[in-house]
């Protein structure tokens, strides 16, 4: 069974205060998020993330929380880099996760290494550094297209990293969100079978006056079934602020470096 439970998050697992680089108008004049994004994935700049993700275990109402803190610098129109924190409340969990993600290289943080060591890299060409809210890609402009294209509502909301905001609220399929982007959401490797590919999330979005997400929620269960009942929901609430930022992430240096084989 393929826990929705983003392991890529684990895996793959954003202090700035500045102003964005600003929305963009279309030939209408009317504010375009898509490209608005596209705008701010320039050369050191980036956007802090800080996201809970809750799932309940459906027999007995059990829930685990994980936590992720992070920093996304972009650069050449996706991003580039990014260092996060990843923690939880599941039973046996230990200490706060940290990795430094670039493309094909993942590095984790560990105090425990031999010969002054302080970080344990993991090479893959799969590996990608993401933005993620599990269900959604949040610097990825064909993504954000697909999910904006299901909207069913479309209010004024509140007041996030402020900037007013309009939410934006539909639901979408696992299929529709692999389809924009394979691989994502959740971390999958493998194309949904037809059953997965129907299972619906809802979702919300709230976007600032400059068009560029401040929070991103979803509400999914898993396509799995078991004597008819879904063993497990998930939701998760994303919260993105500091658009534009100067950004400078520091990649860990071979010196300080142990690899998977090494170690």
Known sequence: ???????????????????????????????????????????????????????????????????????????RGKIAVIDMTFDSDRRNWTDPIRQVIVE??????????????????????????????????????VMLKTVLATTKVKRHAGVYDGTPTTLYQGTITLGQLYKASPGFPFGLVVKPTEKEAKAKISWRLWLGEDQLVRRAWGSWSEPFSKNGDVPVSYVVDARLTGWGAETDIA???ADDVVTLSDW
């Open 104 to 141: 094909g290289r993942q590095y984790i943080q560990d105090d425990h290494l031999p010969n002054g060591k302080s970080w344990i890299l993991r090479e893959d060409n799969e590996i990608r550094p993401v933005l993620g809210a599990d269900w959604i890609t949040l610097a990825d402009p």
């Open 251 to 253: 990649v860990p240096s």
């Open 1 to 75: 069974m393929r826990r929705w439970i983003a392991a890529s998050a684990v895996m793959l697992v954003v202090p700035m205060v500045a102003a964005g680089l600003g929305g963009t108008a279309n030939a209408k004049g009317a504010p375009d998020p898509i490209n608005a994004l596209k705008r701010q994935l320039v050369e050191n700049r980036g956007v802090k993330m800080s996201k809970v993700h809750t799932s309940t275990y459906i027999a007995d109402g059990e829930k685990e929380h994980f936590w992720t803190e992070a920093v996304a610098e972009f650069g």
